[in-house]
């Protein structure tokens, strides 16, 4: 399954699968390979790839008191750029998307409710 989603003017381009007849998958998004359920409160989050930049993220999550569920990543090493799918307990709000894209290493955020 192939599909094209624009969110915040930015083409989302995801590919899925369908195994044992009910188990939906993400399998790549932009190009990143990824095996995530597509469920819940996601963010998208493309970053550099360099050391620290999930502590970041998870830490100012947590003082926030946000769960990650999972946090799934993909590098692209060619471009030293990484992508994440981290799926959350709960909505993130635009104050707590603002403090995250102030995060230099973060090239772009988005939330995806599923």
């Known amino acids: 399954i192939n599909s094209c ?3 915040d ?3 989302n381009i995801l590919d899925g699968s369908v195994f044992d007849g009910n188990q939906l998958r993400l399998v790549n998004i932009l190009g990143y390979e990824m095996d995530i359920n597509p469920i819940g409160n996601l963010l998208f989050v ?3 790839d360099i050391p620290g930049v999930i502590g970041k993220v998870g830490s100012l999550l947590g ?7 999972a946090y799934i990543l993909s590098s692209a090493t060619e471009m030293d750029e990484a992508f994440a799918v981290i799926r ?9 998307l603002k403090l995250l894209k ?13």
């Open 5 to 7: 989603v624009e969110l």
């Open 46 to 48: 493309k970053n550099e």
């Open 102 to 114: 102030e995060v230099p290493e973060i090239l772009s955020v988005q939330q995806i409710i599923c």
């Open 88 to 96: 959350l307990d709960t909505k993130v709000s635009s104050s707590i």
């Open 63 to 69: 003082k926030n008191n946000i769960n990650i569920g």
């Open 9 to 11: 003017n930015i083409e």
